[in-house]
């Protein structure tokens, strides 16, 4: 008897808060297997942990989520920090390249980061009145919602209770 080929990883591209309210963000990969999650920035893995060991926290109102693992509270988000770096060559290459196998999977397309490459980007609220107007015109609540919402999806189809 063959087996099914196992379901390739979902990856969304996130930015890493170390706690929720700073202006420190740092863009990130979010890997997904069912059962696995883990988060992977520019300098090294933040970590790689069974979803069952993962305490999740969801904010619906901005729609950022708050991942605990092993003591360390990592708060992910598809908007950056008006200061944040952009997305490497690296990080893109391997977002986009992680593309086709998951859109070739049946069982990925039920789920909005299966149908969608989700990738963040830095805001544009930076304290100032020009940066707050530049932030709602580019409908960044908005966006960030609807990242918050592929993101909550895809961790409760994985395992991670939220």
Do not use: C
């Not at 920090?81 to 998951?102: D, K, N």
């Not at 789920?111 to 930076?126: E, I, N, Q, S, Y």
């Amino acid at each position: 008897m063959t087996r099914p080929p196992a379901a390739p990883p979902i990856l969304m591209g996130v930015y890493r808060y170390p706690r929720v309210m700073t202006s420190k963000s740092e863009p990130t990969i979010l890997g997904v297997l069912p059962g696995r999650v883990w988060l992977v920035g520019q300098g090294g893995v933040f970590f790689d942990a069974p979803a069952q060991q993962i305490a999740a926290k969801a904010n619906t109102t901005v729609g950022h989520i708050t991942l605990e693992v092993n003591g360390t509270k990592h708060v992910v988000a598809g908007v950056g920090s008006a200061s944040g770096a952009p997305f490497s060559e690296q990080q893109l290459a391997e977002l986009a390249s992680s593309r086709p196998a998951i859109e070739a999977d049946p069982t990925t397309g039920s789920l909005m980061a299966g149908r969608t490459l989700f990738v963040g980007a830095p805001g544009k609220v930076d304290g100032s009145y020009q940066g707050g107007i530049q932030s709602m015109v580019g409908r960044e609540i908005g966006q960030q919602r609807d990242f918050g919402a592929a993101l909550r999806e895809l961790l409760g189809a994985v395992g991670v209770a939220l």
